[in-house]
């Protein structure tokens, strides 16, 4: 049974794949010269806008963090964004048109998410989860920058944690709280933590948690 359930998890995957819009590949010079240089800002702001609105009201990831994404992730979004244009670009219809295209070309939230915490684009093929689209299926990464970002780290520097020390992003929320807070034993406020993990993310590698230090 179990052999057959991954099976069809697999089959399910492939076949969702094909629907999925990819945002990795170069955008085109005549891809890029579709939106007149007047209407690029305009163009930006918008699909932020959606983008938000999509991952927040249709995926429900949290507003915040929703917003986070959106706004970080300016090379994915804008590959998006040419993609939906269909070789013209009118300024009147262009939000619905980009609505229209999320609801029915569903994103890989993961591309957004990794560029949006400073992973470069042309480093995200090997980051990728091979089986998952969506954070709903697999929500480790979202809540462990969730913590990271409320104790203090830049959003968009997270990058460099998950690079340099993939700890932080393996522990449950709950873990990676208390490995961080047991920093605190040794005097330390949240900003010097947070700059010591920054420039030194292996020393979070071998952290004991608070309840670990008590104990």
Same mark, same amino acid.
């Given at each position: 049974?179990?052999?057959?359930?991954?099976?069809?998890?697999?089959?399910?995957?492939?076949?969702?794949?094909?629907?999925?819009?990819?945002t990795?590949?170069?955008?085109?010079?005549?891809?890029?010269?579709?939106?007149?240089?007047?209407?690029?800002?305009?163009?930006?702001a918008?699909?932020?806008?959606?983008?938000?609105?999509?991952?927040?009201?249709?995926?429900?990831?949290?507003?915040?963090?929703?917003?986070?994404?959106?706004?970080?992730?300016?090379t994915?979004?804008?590959?998006?964004?040419?993609?939906?244009?269909?070789?013209?670009?009118?300024?009147p219809? /262009?939000?619905?048109?980009?609505?229209?295209?999320?609801?029915?070309?569903?994103?890989?939230?993961?591309?957004?998410?990794?560029e949006?915490?400073?992973?470069?684009?042309?480093?995200?093929?090997?980051?990728?989860?091979?089986?998952?689209?969506?954070?709903?299926?697999d929500?480790?990464?979202?809540?462990?920058?969730?913590?990271?970002?409320?104790?203090?780290?830049?959003?968009?520097?997270?990058?460099?944690?998950?690079?340099?020390?993939?700890?932080?992003?393996?522990?449950?929320?709950?873990?990676?709280k208390?490995?961080?807070?047991?920093?605190?034993?040794?005097? /330390?406020?949240?900003?010097?933590?947070?700059?010591?993990?920054?420039?030194?993310? /292996?020393?979070?590698?071998?952290?004991?948690?608070?309840?670990?230090?008590?104990?």
């Amino acid at each position: 049974p179990w052999l057959q359930f991954r099976a069809k998890k697999k089959k399910k995957n492939m076949s969702l794949h094909r629907h999925v819009c990819t945002t990795t590949s170069k955008l085109s010079a005549a891809a890029a010269a579709a939106i007149p240089w007047k209407y690029k800002k305009f163009a930006i702001a918008q699909g932020q806008k959606s983008l938000t609105d999509y991952l927040h009201a249709t995926r429900c990831i949290p507003y915040a963090y929703a917003d986070k994404i959106a706004k970080n992730s300016l090379t994915s979004l804008t590959t998006l964004i040419t993609t939906t244009l269909g070789g013209s670009f009118s300024p009147p219809h /262009f939000p619905h048109n980009l609505n229209k295209f999320l609801r029915y070309h569903p994103i890989n939230e993961f591309e957004f998410f990794f560029e949006s915490i400073g992973i470069h684009p042309s480093k995200l093929g090997s980051l990728l989860p091979q089986d998952n689209f969506f954070f709903s299926e697999d929500d480790t990464l979202l809540n462990a920058a969730r913590v990271l970002h409320e104790f203090g780290f830049p959003w968009d520097r997270l990058g460099i944690l998950y690079v340099e020390s993939g700890c932080f992003f393996k522990c449950g929320a709950s873990e990676l709280k208390g490995r961080l807070c047991g920093f605190k034993r040794y005097g /330390f406020r949240n900003a010097p933590v947070v700059g010591i993990c920054l420039a030194f993310p /292996f020393v979070f590698d071998g952290q004991k948690g608070d309840d670990e230090v008590e104990a």
